[in-house]
């Protein structure tokens, strides 16, 4: 599969980009490197496999796991994730978005947040995962409630910084972001997705209300600096993204205190084209908080 070719239009991610270090947790002064799936928990190796061994996570504790999905998906995109977290042993929390699952055409950034956090409180000491934009949603979790966040997991995706708009990346119709179709993601994004597939995806999109889209994204709590956070890097590998945070292109991760990188070999959407994978990877990270 080509991959490794990251495009400026994608939501939240940058343009550069740096060599290729498949598979392997990439430190730095920042960095943590003792999350593993394959080798024991704390393992100084700090090596990440795209095909660890699912049945390690098993031996951690029970671990609530919110999954936020990206624009315009629905919390069901997270169906095949969810049932192998489950198999692990863990507890995951598919959650519906206003604005998205609802339908809701004047839900704002401030209503899907909310849910968000309503979804933390109900939790105990959550991971928090975000997919590519919601990863600033899973952010934000980490600002309001630093005590409550065992950990945000980003898939394919950065936080904002504060005062950014959250996602007003496509054309605006009728006061809503509908998705754009494949051309914007044409490449390693969709490259591990057949017809079928982008029809079936395409078929069940939601478009965006533009409350959400132009919202604006509100930050304050030194605090979530200290959240440990994951990132799962799919269509660009770890390295790259490393290189981003070192160049000061993603703030919010340069001032990370506790940050991992794991690989997984997909395009945009692991959930949808690599769930056992991605599951493993979300059960390594519960291990290791």
Known sequence: MCRRTPRAVIPSRPASSSAVIPGRVCTSSNVRSDLAVGPAAGSTAGTLTRNGNVRDAVYGRRMDIILIAGLWLRRDVWAATAT???????RPIPLALPGVDDESTTATLTDQADAVLAAVAAA???????????????????DRRPDDVAQVV???GFPSPDAATYAAFFDIVDGA????????FDGPDSADLDEAARSRIAAGTVPVPESVAKGVVELGDERRFDVPVLLICPEYDPAQARAWIDAGELPELTRASHLTFADIDSG??????????????????????
């Open 84 to 90: 192998h977290l489950e198999r692990l042993g863990h």
């Open 124 to 142: 105990e000491r959550p991971l928090v995962v975000g997919h590519s934009a919601a990863s600033t949603l899973a952010w934000i979790a980490a």
């Open 154 to 156: 980003m898939v394919g």
């Open 177 to 184: 972001m509908p998705f754009p179709g494949w051309e914007p």
């Open 268 to 289: 945009h959407w692991p959930m949808i084209t690599r769930p056992a994978e991605l599951a493993a990877l979300l059960g390594a990270a519960a291990r290791s908080v």
